[in-house]
């Protein structure tokens, strides 16, 4: 894959949008009240208000979006896009094969995601994030470098988990440098604690690993203590810590942001047990029958 990931443009009216004259005298955007901002792309609230948690670990954010993404959204949404509205989903339905697929919570403006899909063309990546110009960039990029192994989804990650994937259904979750909601009220706000883990276990099959990373040194803390205290999830590491950083993760754009501050990325990688009432009923190994 080229190195060409984002190309800056300059924002043009996107579909159903008009040039209208703002009070200052500049030409704004404008949208009929009602009028969708992508007819054929993500819908705005596609779970709707009912799904809503009352803590969200993403924060709500308008964003401009580019002529490029607006066009990537109205063009391949249809093919590659997922709205979280909270239906079951079929795995095997969404990505037209019987693949392995992992989920990858948060990614942003997609570059890594479209790095990882180039790299293990065999594995569907269920990509989720709210951040519209960032689906928009992601959808440009599998077009652009021919990947069909990526699927696109627009809403909250707990949703998608937790009303639409099928348990045992996942064979891996990525969660690459995770907003870190450093000040102290908002820690509730982290994505990675003891609840979301369990959601999650029940939607991974066992063996799937869970992969986080963060530049966020307490974040990094607080992910190794409830992830090696979760009894559905054990460390890959022998000795218990930090994951050396595997070859299959690329540098991701926040964290080129956060080791240009400075700041010390940790990795951590864990494996999905098999569930605890499943190990009662396990038969005695050979060696032990012996
Ligand atoms: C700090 S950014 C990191 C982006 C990317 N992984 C990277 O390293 O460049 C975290 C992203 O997670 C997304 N996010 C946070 N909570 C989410 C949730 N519950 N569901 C979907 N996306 C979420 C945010 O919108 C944001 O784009």
Sequence with gaps: MSDSLHTPEEPRPGPGEQLAHAHDGSLRHTRAKGEPRFPDGPKADPAGSHFERRIRSFQPRRSRVTAGQADALQRLWPKWGLDIDGHALDLTELFGNTHPVVLEIGFGMGEATARMA????????????????????????????????????????????????????????????????????HHKRRLI????????????????????????????????????????????????????????????RFEGQGLDKGHVVNDLLFRRVQPRDQHRDLPPSATEAD
């Excluded at 960032?134 to 809403?155: E, S």
């Excluded at 937790?162 to 995770?178: A, H, Q």
């Design 118 to 185: 180039a790299e293990d063309p065999d594995t569907g990546i269920l990509a989720v994030d709210v951040h519209t110009p960032g689906q928009g960039n992601l959808l440009n990029l599998a077009d652009q470098h021919g990947l069909t192994n990526i699927r696109v989804a627009n809403g909250d990650a707990i949703i998608l988990l937790r009303e639409m994937l099928p348990p045992d259904s996942l064979d891996g979750l990525r969660v690459y440098f995770p907003d870190p909601w450093p000040k102290k009220r």
């Design 193 to 252: 604690q003891p609840e979301f883990l369990t959601l999650a276990a029940t939607r991974l099959r066992p063996g799937a690993l869970v992969h986080c990373a963060t530049d966020w040194e307490p974040y990094a803390e607080q992910m190794l203590d409830v992830l090696t205290a979760h009894p559905d999830f054990e460390n890959t590491q022998p000795t218990g810590g930090y994951a050396p950083r595997p070859g299959f993760r690329p540098l991701t």
